[in-house]
């Protein structure tokens, strides 16, 4: 057995760490941009953790998903106050900007050259500016991946920058800070963060290092998720989802993902949807699928048995069986209020470009058997 694993430099989970922001970024230099997806009045209180250590903040508010076009200008306002070093406060989007920004800080040319897909796939180089990432939802797992995932409205497509470069230097984990998410952000993000240690344990790169995240945070999220969602000052339930959101950063940099991630990349840049609902109801119709196709094709693969392992987390069940974890899942989505692919607008006719785009994407290479267009096929017509 061969593999690697790499991760960010340092993790701190610590409730109410956030009051250390200051003397953590100190090191870095006395100029920061601070990338922060969360409201003025948070993004003031980390301005004054690092105003009380000299350091001098430059925000940059992101608002919706990073974009090309406007990570462009949010580059260019880096550069032009000099800052030292990057922190990314918020949600996915507001860590993959800060990301992409400190890895162009240190990188010549245009963010363009170095996407995959509509880009030249350029490589990074040099190593990025510092850079910390706080996460303030449950989900993503984007703290400690090497990549970001950018929409291109010109090309409306979802599309990554990555490498080992963009590993944070710093990961500090506050749960306390995930207490405001809404409701329909708890579920739509923590079901990113079960399907994200679900499908790399299922990978055809997973190794006992993943593995291991994966089973501890499938176990957390099975008995957290719905109490943080019916309870979000529940401390406990935050703090499961989010070693359940940190451990499924760390499967998929290692272990990569599998069709629904696949899929869902391409379905968000072209439908405006929150990415843990287009995740979760593929996710269902995806295993049925992938069952079957391993079953008649691969009979042996050792992933029949780690659906079944899922399952059995899942459930609480010693005996049950893959099937078992889809009517789990089922179940959940509809206790979640999870929506329907259809109600955002998406139609059948936009499958068949879908699919095209979707055999292409890294996630897909993770899936534990390669899946023929009418088996792609069904699993968006099933959750459609």
């Known amino acids: 057995m061969n593999f690697e694993f790499m991760t960010a430099n340092r993790i701190i989970f610590e409730t109410g760490g956030i009051a250390k922001i200051g003397k953590l970024a100190k090191e870095f230099g006395n100029r920061v941009l601070l990338s922060s997806g969360m409201s003025m009045d948070e993004t003031k209180k980390v301005m004054g953790y690092l105003q009380k250590e000299g350091i001098t903040p430059v925000v940059l508010m992101v608002q919706g998903e990073p ?12 550069r032009k106050e000099m800052c030292d070093s990057v922190i990314g406060f918020g949600g996915g989007s507001a860590m993959d900007t800060g990301k992409v920004i400190a890895a162009m800080l240190k990188n010549p040319g245009e963010i363009i050259e170095y996407l995959e897909v509509i880009g030249a796939g350029r490589k990074l180089k040099m190593p990025s500016a510092p850079c910390i990432e706080i996460p303030t939802t449950s989900g993503t797992g984007a703290e400690v991946t090497k990549n970001a995932v950018l929409s291109s409205i010109e090309n409306k497509v979802k599309v990554s920058l ?32 079960l399907i994200q240690v679900l499908e790399p344990f299922v990978s055809k ?15 957390r999220a099975a008995r ?10 529940d401390m406990n339930a935050r703090e499961d989802m989010a070693i359940t959101s940190l451990f499924g950063g760390l499967a998929l940099a290692n272990a990569k993902l599998g069709v629904v991630h696949g899929f869902a990349g391409v379905i968000g840049g072209m439908v405006t949807i929150p990415h843990g609902v287009i995740c979760a109801t593929l996710l269902p119709y995806a295993i049925k699928i992938n069952v079957k196709s391993i079953t008649v094709r691969d009979p042996h693969s050792a992933a029949l048995k780690r659906y079944d392992e899922v399952a059995q987390i899942l459930t609480g069940n010693q005996k049950a069986t893959a099937m078992d974890g889809v009517l789990w899942i089922h179940e959940l989505c509809k206790y979640l209020k999870v929506p329907t692919l259809s109600s955002f607008g998406l139609t059948v006719s936009e499958f068949p470009m879908i699919i095209e785009k979707s055999v292409a994407s890294s996630s897909m290479k993770g899936n534990p058997i390669e899946l023929t267009y009418w088996e792609l096929e069904e699993i968006l017509v099933k959750a459609l």
């Open 67 to 78: 974009s090309v076009e406007g990570l462009k200008e949010g580059l260019e306002l880096a």
């Open 162 to 193: 990555r490498s080992q470069f963009m590993l944070p230097e710093i990961v500090l984990l506050d749960p306390e800070l995930t207490i405001s998410v809404p409701p329909d952000v708890t579920a739509s993000t923590g079901l990113d963060a």
């Open 205 to 219: 790169f997973a190794n006992p290092i993943t593995d291991a995240f994966c089973r501890e945070g499938l176990r």
């Open 224 to 233: 957290s998720l719905k109490k943080a969602y019916d309870d979000g000052t």
